[in-house]
């Protein structure tokens, strides 16, 4: 199957009289045969981002192209992208089989092959005894995986999926996510997904685009998103349970780099100088306001650390999750041994130096990563 690569460039929309500016000067590239998650709350404008590559939204600025054709002034139609939308539905009148077949058919393939592509996608979506009937007499998550089937099955550029399993029970989900990720992948489809949820976007993305307010806050692989999130929103927005976050002021005093917990009475987080190297240190001036983001399974209960009184403390069956209160702030540890604290009781917290996130506090834009430089 042809694939194509996408690129936005400094795209705008703004609705109305002016008053909702959904999505600010949005660039990336999906090069051909990715797969890019947008992912983000609600209201972030991702699925404004969708339709005006789809063509149902008007670009306010800016340019989107799709192998280096613009499309942004074209008809939905004409611009070879197939979709699979929760508001773009099936055709009443057809069966789902003649949904899915649709555009084959428009294609003017041979009817044998029509049959087998309708056959092999309805199985891979588990719709294969449904495809007889027509979309009012089966349900929503069927009626989703026949819209979806009619997407894929089309040969396009470009494949726009909007929270395509949405209306599916967390199994059948999981199940689909794989099988789906393979036949993008064996089809070398470029592929755009919108989803609010980060483990679909984790599980079939090979990049992930982080908006918040209209704004791309990073375009990077899941990995790079957990590791190195750009700033203090995607650290906490990315993982689960979240980053915990410490506003601190740091002293570097030659010898130790002590970061002083904010609201505390004096509770510090000591490292030996040498933990970080001079191109960190040289960022971090003394007294100024920082926040160390600390990931739950890297705050390690230890005889020594900080100092912090639990809140609740469970066994998962397979983790330990505690919740310790340390300077009014709740700190998460998750840890695979089977620990036993008691509420109200006092615990020591370690947090190696490699695992600290550290953000400006005023910008929230990432310093450093562990010991290096973000
Ligand atoms: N047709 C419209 N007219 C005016 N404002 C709109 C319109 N569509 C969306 N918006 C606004 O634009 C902003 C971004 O909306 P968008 O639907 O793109 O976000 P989203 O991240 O996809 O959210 P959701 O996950 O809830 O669908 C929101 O503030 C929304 O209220």
Redesign the pocket.
């Known amino acids: 199957m042809m694939s194509s690569e996408l690129v936005l460039q400094n795209v705008d929309k703004i609705?109305?009289a002016g008053t909702?500016h959904?999505?600010k000067d949005l660039s990336f590239t999906v090069k051909p045969g990715e797969i890019t998650a947008l992912l983000?709350?609600?209201?972030?404008?991702?699925?404004?981002?969708l339709r005006m590559i789809a063509g149902f939204e008007t670009v306010t600025n800016g340019a989107i192209a799709l192998d280096g054709r613009a499309i942004h002034e074209l008809a939905p139609a004409q611009r070879g992208v197939a979709m699979a939308f929760e508001t773009y539905s099936l055709y009443p009148p057809l069966t789902l089989a003649e949904n899915i077949s649709f555009a084959l058919k428009a294609q003017k393939l041979p009817s044998a092959d029509v049959d087998k592509r309708v056959k092999a996608m309805a199985e891979m979506l588990e719709i294969g005894d449904v495809l007889h009937k027509y979309p009012s007499s089966v349900s929503g998550g069927q009626q989703q995986r026949a819209s979806l089937g009619r997407a894929l099955v089309r040969k396009a550029g470009l494949y726009l999926l909007d929270e395509p399993m949405g209306q599916l029970e967390p199994q059948l989900r999981a199940v689909l996510r794989g099988r789906i990720k393979h036949y993008l992948r064996e089809h070398h489809c470029t592929t755009i997904l919108?989803t609010?949820d980060q483990t679909e976007a984790n599980a079939l993305a090979d990049r992930i685009a982080v908006?918040e307010g209209?704004v791309l806050q990073q375009y990077a692989t899941p990995a790079e998103l957990k590791v190195r999130p750009a700033n203090l929103f995607v650290g906490t927005f990315i993982g689960e349970p979240p980053m915990n976050v410490l506003p601190v002021r740091v002293k570097d005093n030659g010898q130790t780099i002590d970061f002083v917990l904010e609201g505390s009475d004096g509770q510090v987080l000591s490292y030996a100088a040498q933990d970080f190297p001079d191109a960190v240190r040289r960022r971090l001036k003394n007294d100024d306001g920082l926040v160390l983001g600390v990931r739950p399974h890297a705050v390690h209960i230890g005889k020594k650390g900080l100092m912090a009184r639990v809140v609740t403390c469970q066994w998962l069956g397979d983790q330990t999750h505690i919740a310790a209160e340390i300077a009014g702030r709740t700190v998460v540890s998750v840890s695979h041994e089977q620990i036993k604290a008691a509420p109200g009781s006092s615990l020591f917290l370690r947090i190696a130096p490699q695992d600290l996130h550290i953000f400006a506090a005023d910008s929230g834009a990432a310093i450093a990563h562990g010991a290096e430089l973000a």
């Open positions: 609705y109305g909702v959904a999505v983000g709350s609600s209201g972030c404008g991702k699925t404004s981002t919108v609010h908006m209209g």
